[in-house]
């Protein structure tokens, strides 16, 4: 159980176009969901934090009108790269929690996203 | 915040032999959790180890959290143990703040 996916897998996109990613919860209701950015040979950074039916909570410096992130549904947080660059070329990361009385501390992470943006 | 300190940054092993991760952590939490990434970019959490000593197969991990900082041992390393080992805290918010990680990549 407690399987998030991610689609798509890789995805190239032309500079200056949008691109959506998509995070389902496929067998538990995700009170909440996280997105993370990853750089090649780096750290996960946290970039916002998503709650079903709510405003997404971003990090700071993170330009929330770039990256639109939408949790309409308790198994569905997307997250938009709008006018996408070749500097927004990144692995993207979500997770999410299960709302059925999980310990806070319990995340379960999707596969990623490869965006490249020529 | 929180700030999270891993060592070594890269590390590279025989098939068979074992290693020792560390992570130090700046705040007395008591929430640290062990991630394994494989090469294709899925994060398996390993532990959650606020403290003390657990065991799971060839891995097992010790968090001394009054010293702050915590280790994972791999023993018998295999080469499907290679990939990017992470410790992470929980800040507030419940938001999770990742190390820098280990590179570690074992050799047949």
Redesign the interface.
């Known amino acids: 159980g407690a399987v998030v996916s991610q689609h798509p897998s890789w995805v190239i996109c032309k500079s200056g176009t949008s691109v959506k990613i998509e995070c389902r919860s496929l067998d538990f209701q995700a009170t ?1 969901m ?1 997105w993370y950015r ?1 750089f090649p ?6 970039m916002a ?1 998503s709650n079903e039916g709510s405003k997404a ?1 971003y ?1 700071q410096g993170v330009e929330k009108d770039k990256f639109l992130i939408n949790h309409a549904s308790l198994t569905l947080s997307t997250l938009t790269v709008t006018s996408a660059h070749p500097e927004d070329s990144s ?1 993207y ?1 979500c ?1 999410a ?1 299960d709302r059925s009385g999980r ?5 379960y ?1 999707g ?2 996203t ?1 965006l490249t943006v020529t | 915040g929180i700030q999270v300190e891993q060592s070594p940054p890269d590390l590279i092993l025989q098939e068979g032999a074992n290693s020792t991760l560390r992570c130090n952590f700046s705040d007395s939490v008591n ?1 640290l ?1 062990w991630f394994h990434q494989n090469p ?6 390993l532990f ?1 180890i606020p403290s003390g000593t657990k065991q799971n197969g060839r891995l097992s991990a010790t968090t001394v959290a009054t010293e702050r900082y915590s280790l994972l041992y791999i023993s018998s390393s295999q080469t499907t143990d290679s990939g990017v080992y ?1 410790c992470a805290l ?1 800040e507030y ?9 280990t ?1 570690l990549r074992v050799k047949s």
Do not use: D
Not at chain 1, 41 to 46: A, D, E, F, G, P
Not at chain 1, 103 to 107: C, H, K, M, N, V
Not at chain 2, 93 to 101: R, S, T
């Open positions: 909440t996280f990853q040979k780096q750290s996960l950074m946290l934090t909570t990090e692995f990361i997770s929690r310990p806070l501390w319990e995340q992470f596969p990623g490869r | 929430n959790q294709w970019g899925q994060l398996i959490n959650y992470f929980m918010g419940n938001k999770l703040v990742f190390g820098a990680g590179i």
